[in-house]
Structure formats: C-alpha cells, structure tokens
C-alpha cells in the first residue's frame, strides 16, 4: 500500500499559477501511474491528469489542456501538477492517486490509493 500526501495548494487569482507535489512512500517501487482528481462543492470527482509508470504517457482533461501539466520525479518518489493560466472554474479540491496497473486509466475507480486532498482556490 502506498501512502499520499499532497501539497502546494493556496489562494490565488485568476491567470496566476500554482505547483502542487504529491509525495508518495510507503512502497519501493515505482510501477504505478499517478493521476490527479478534483472535487468542486456539489460537483462529482473529476479526472484532470495522469502520467504512466515510464512518464511517457500523460492524458489531460480537456478543460486543462494547454494550462496543466503532470510530470513525475523517480528518485524523490514524487508527482506534480503545474497549473498555469488559472481560472475560477478551477477552484477544486485536488487529490493525487495511484493506478497500480500497467494499462492508463483515466477514472477514479481504476486508482486504488488516494491523498487527503490539497485546496485550490482561485479568485476572479
């Protein structure tokens, strides 16, 4: 079982950028794609991105295409989400997690492990 913790969340205003980590430890291996979710209030949990195990696969909602990008460092066991050109509409609870399977998936139910969740909040 792997564990979670993601970071990096915040206030900031439309247009601005943030940078949020998902430290993962709790498993040797590096053999899981890492993806990353949000939650409005009142909305169901989204896909926003995933990157596979050999980071060379990297799928993004259309909503953040062009602004986010998913990346992954190997030797700190680490994934990050860089958000640029912030909007309202991506005000979110933003969760990491982990697919242990080789094949990509893009829904919550193909992730088997989750962080606690870091807030982003983005003014107009």
């Known amino acids: 079982q792997v564990q979670l913790v993601e970071s990096g969340g915040g206030l900031v205003q439309a247009g601005d950028s943030l940078r949020l980590s998902c430290a993962a430890s709790?498993?040797?291996?590096?053999?899981?794609?890492l993806g990353w979710f949000r939650q409005a209030p009142g909305k169901e949990r989204e896909f926003v991105a995933v990157?596979?195990?050999?980071?060379?696969?990297?799928y993004y909602a259309d909503s953040v295409k062009g602004r986010f990008t998913i990346s992954r460092d190997f030797a700190k066991n680490t994934g990050y989400l860089q958000m640029n050109s912030l909007k309202p509409e991506d005000t979110a609870v933003y969760y990491c997690a982990v697919d242990p399977r080789l094949r990509v998936g893009t829904r919550a139910a193909d992730f088997t492990s989750w962080g606690q969740g870091t807030q982003v909040t983005v003014s107009s």
């Open positions: 709790g498993r040797t291996s590096s053999h899981y794609n």
């Open positions: 990157i596979d195990w050999r980071a060379i696969i990297k």
